[in-house]
Every structure is written in C-alpha cells, then in structure tokens.
C-alpha cells in the first residue's frame, strides 16, 4: 500500500488533535468538578442523574412545605393558648357575676369587661398569618373565619368547608389549620340555648354571659340551621330536576305547612337561596310569619314569633334540597323550638351556670385542638428528619454517579498530555520526511 506525504502528515495532524480533544474535556471536568459533561458523555448515567436531581428538588419542596405548615401551626399554637387565657378570665368573671351579694352597677361593669373578651376572641378566631391569610378559615383562607351578623350580633363563621393540607412527604400530607367552625362554634352545649345539633359556639355563650350580666333575659325565636357549606350556591337546573323532587314543607305553630319548591332553579349563591325561598313565602303569606336567613355560609330558617309559642317543622317531601343544605332530618321532620323570657331573679343563676359549664367544654375543645396540633408538629418533625436523611442519601448517590475522580482525572490529564507531546515531536520528525529533500 503506498502512504502519501499528505496522508502520512494528515494522520498525525488527527493523532494531534485526538490527543487535544481528549485533554480538553479531561481540563473541562477538572474545572467542573463533574464526570459527565454531556449526556453522551455516559447516557445511562446521564439519565439517572435528572432523576435524582428531581427526586431532591421533590424532597427540598417537601422540607419547604413542612417549614410552612410548621409556621402556621405554631401561630395556631400561640392562637389556641390566648384562647384558652380568655376563657381562663371568663370563667372568673362567670363565678364573680353569680355572687349574689353584687348589685346591677356592679354586674354592668363585668359585662363590659366580657364585652372586650367576646371581641378580643373574635379578633383570635381571625388571626392571621404572615402571609395575610387567616388561620381559621381553611380554603377560604383570604375570607374572615368569623363575621358579626348585622342584624343578630351574633358571630357565624363564614370561611371554607376543607382544611387546607399540604404535601410534607411522597405519601403523607398534613392539615396546616383547623377549620374555626370546629374549634370555636361547635362546642358541645348543656344549654337550653343549644341549637338542634346539640352545639353551642363560644361566641353565643359569651354572649349569654354579656346577656345574664345586664339581665337581658329576652324570648328569643325558634331557628333551625343548615350544616352544609353553600356559599357557591344550588343548581337544580342542569340535567333538570324532576318536578316534586326538591320540595319541602315549612309550618310554624300551628298554622298549615307551606310547600317550597325549587326544582329547576338554578341559586349562584347563598343569597339566592335565601332570596328564593323568602319570596315564596311571601307569596304565600308567610312573609310575616317564617324567613329564611344565611348564617355565614349555612342557610337559616327563623320563626318572627318569639317564645315557647314560636315552634318551626321542616317536613320532607323529597329529601334532595334538604339533604343539600344539611338539615337531618328524624322522622321525616325536624323541630324546633323558641324559648320564653324569664324573670331575671329567676334567670341569672342558671343562665350563668350554663355558661359555666358550656366554658369547661369550650376549653375541653381546646385544648383536643393544641393537643392535635402538637401532634402533627411532632409529626412534621419526624418527616423533616426522614426528608433530610433521605436527601443526603439521594445525594450520595448522585455524587457517585456524576462528580469527578480528581486523582484518577489528574493522572489521565498527565498522560494525555504526555501523549500529546510524543505525537507533536512524532509530527515533527514525520515532517520533515519526503522524497523532495533527496531530488
């Protein structure tokens, strides 16, 4: 086989260049620090390094998630025990106002002081993050958890039906909140003034405490709640309903019931429900008598009459509305009613003995939520150390598969440059050989 000069000195020039390529990427990795440059450095490799660098950036994320959750918590805490110092200082000045000896100027000036305490739990119940979304209101969070009620001065919750949960873990989530409704209005109640689920909110038996001390002992109404969230409204409109399948019946008294149909009616919100079936009561002459009311995001239905005379029945005639709006229903109806006014020597020392009582329960639910908040802190605690370890481990392993042997990268640095040389002197040499020098 005959070799050209141009060949024989293009090969070397090729050796030349091999040899540069190769030390330039081996200089390349000792300035990154990294095995793999490009993905066709190693494919395999390559490949299992972005699945490890996701699988940290997933558990940093986690670790983030778990230093909010863990912020929010503690705020709920710190909530959760100035709560429990309110009704510490409720309770004395319950036990203070049954004295006795005390007069109505001395019970007036409890009163005021309850007053302060009933506003100062409601600014609690709407405490506030850092971010300026309030604790108690779950996925409501932009919205107040509790609202006072224009026209009863009672407090309602008005925030989200779900607690808000966040992903600490692969498989593991943790509720960042407790929903308000649950910690401050259903608290379970001994009272007369309990509602027909049996519950009575704090802000209700401060109320009674603030009511007992300037004895206003007034009858107050029959009034039945709804326990479903509908602050999106109802749409019975879309497939339609079946005419008679989202009626019921409402009777106060003894007057006849008067039906309320609403199939095919499609409510945007709360205020069209009510709205709807008001109007329906008033066409039926029940204006005066019945009205339907929101209470934060619940619908209400309160007799006008007050007193033991006052009584409200929802019949059932098609269960789907009521079932909506979260009426349970026993016997195919369900029953309230109003209460009478007493005279106030008789009142005072058993109305503030309820509210005495309701207040233990109160701090019983309490103290049920610090205790399960307290759990899910440990809880983030544990899953925090599990992350950090698991992050180190993943780590490990990625630093094994892509960061660079520097002892072994600079021996082959040595001998590529080595290399190098013996091919520059070997072209030097090559060169210079041609048949031309001898003609």
């Not at 919750?157 to 209005?185: C, E, H, K, T």
């Not at 098609?318 to 909506?324: H, K, S």
């Amino acid at each position: 086989m005959r070799i050209s000069t141009t060949w024989a000195q293009q090969l070397s020039v090729n050796a030349m260049n091999s040899q540069q390529a190769k030390m330039l990427q081996t200089q390349q990795q000792l300035g990154s620090g990294l095995r793999i440059l490009k993905p066709s450095d190693d494919p395999a490799a390559a490949v299992k390094v972005l699945d490890l660098n996701a699988t940290i950036a997933k558990t940093t994320q986690f670790q983030n998630n778990i230093a909010t959750a863990r912020g929010r918590l503690n705020i709920e805490e710190s909530a959760l025990t100035t709560s429990g110092n309110i009704l510490d200082r409720a309770k004395e000045l319950t036990i203070q106002g049954m004295n006795a000896t005390l007069n109505a100027s001395d019970r007036l000036s409890i009163k005021t002081e309850v007053d302060q305490l009933i506003q100062e739990m409601a600014g609690v119940a709407n405490t506030k993050n850092a971010n300026g979304e309030f604790i108690f209101s779950g996925d409501l969070a932009t919205i107040p958890a509790f609202a006072q009620n224009a026209t009863t001065g009672d407090y309602v919750y008005q925030g989200g039906p779900q607690q808000r949960v966040m992903q600490i873990g692969p498989s593991r989530q943790v509720a960042d909140g407790d929903l308000g409704v649950n910690v401050f209005g259903n608290i379970k109640s001994s009272s007369p003034a309990k509602d027909q689920n049996g519950n009575r909110s704090i802000f209700n038996t401060l109320k009674a405490l603030s009511d007992g001390l300037s004895a206003n002992f007034t009858a107050s109404p029959a009034e039945i709640t709804g326990s479903r969230f509908l602050r999106y409204g109802l749409d019975y409109s879309n497939p339609p309903q079946v005419p008679g399948t989202t009626t019921f019946d409402l009777s106060v008294t003894t007057l006849p019931a008067v039906t309320i149909d609403l199939s095919n009616k499609k409510m945007a919100g709360l205020g069209d429900i009510v709205t709807e079936i008001n109007t329906q009561l008033a066409d039926a002459g029940y204006g005066g008598v019945i009205q339907a009311r929101s209470n934060g995001n619940n619908l209400e239905f309160v007799s006008v009459a007050t007193g033991s005379t006052s009584n409200i029945t929802i019949n059932d005639a098609a269960g789907t509305f009521l079932n909506d709006t979260g009426f349970s229903l026993a016997n195919n109806n369900l029953s309230k009613l109003g209460a009478d006014a007493v005279l106030p020597a008789q009142a005072l020392q058993s109305q503030l003995g309820n509210v005495l009582t309701d207040l233990a329960a109160a701090q019983d639910s309490f103290l049920q939520a610090q205790t399960s908040v307290g759990t899910r802190l440990n809880a983030l605690d544990n899953q925090e150390s599990q992350n950090g370890k698991f992050v180190l481990d993943t780590q490990a392993t990625l630093s094994q598969t892509q960061d660079l042997d520097y002892a072994q990268a600079a021996s082959n640095l040595q001998i590529q440059t080595t290399a190098l040389q013996a091919s520059q002197q070997a072209f030097a040499k090559v060169k210079g050989l041609s048949l031309f020098n001898y003609l």
